[in-house]
């Protein structure tokens, strides 16, 4: 059996991730440029149809932040966060570097790998798993976080996601 130590981590790790996904998703909502600027984003992105993108990784990222937060349903809301993060690496940060002040791939990074570690910790006694004493972790867990978020995103990715093409700059109009 796993001592105090295991579960005051993951619920600090629970504490962390859930309200900082829920807050971006509630961002895309109720932001500055509100649904229809993350709407515009995501048109900008190559996500298709934008506007469905918008609501879903909204609802998705407020779901998953609930889920993590409250310590619920693991390893689920983890693979949740895995697939978002997932598409945002390819979508907004491909090609930038590792740095998020550069537009880098950092930032879902550590939040996808923090899931995944959330994932095979389990969320611990002080959780709503822990009161339905659903105590899921390790190497199980862990893995389908990771495999069942990277293959929704790719999934996703194949059917939706349609950048616009930059004309090569080296073929010339004859």
């Not at 880098?104 to 009161?131: H, I, K, T």
Request: charged residues 15%; glycine residues 16%.
């Amino acid at each position: 059996m796993k001592g105090r130590g295991h579960d005051v981590a993951a619920l600090v790790l629970r504490a962390t991730l859930g309200p900082m996904l829920f807050a971006h998703g509630w961002n895309k909502v109720a932001g500055p440029g509100g649904l229809e600027g993350t709407t515009g984003w995501f048109e900008a992105l190559g996500l298709r149809p934008a506007e469905v993108h918008a609501r879903m990784a909204a609802g998705t990222e407020m779901a998953a932040g609930v889920g993590i937060a409250l310590g619920a349903a693991n390893p689920l809301p983890a693979a949740a966060a895995v697939g978002l993060m997932t598409v945002a690496a390819r979508t907004d940060h491909r090609g930038k570097g590792f740095f998020v002040f550069k537009g880098g791939w950092e930032y879902a990074g550590v939040v996808g790998g923090a899931a995944v570690a959330l994932a095979a910790l389990g969320n611990g006694r002080y959780s709503l798993d822990g009161l339905l004493r659903r105590r899921h972790a390790g190497a199980g867990p862990a893995l389908l976080a990771a495999g069942l978020g990277t293959a929704s995103a790719a999934a996703l990715l194949a059917v939706c996601y349609r950048p616009e093409r930059k004309p090569d700059e080296t073929q010339t109009d004859q």
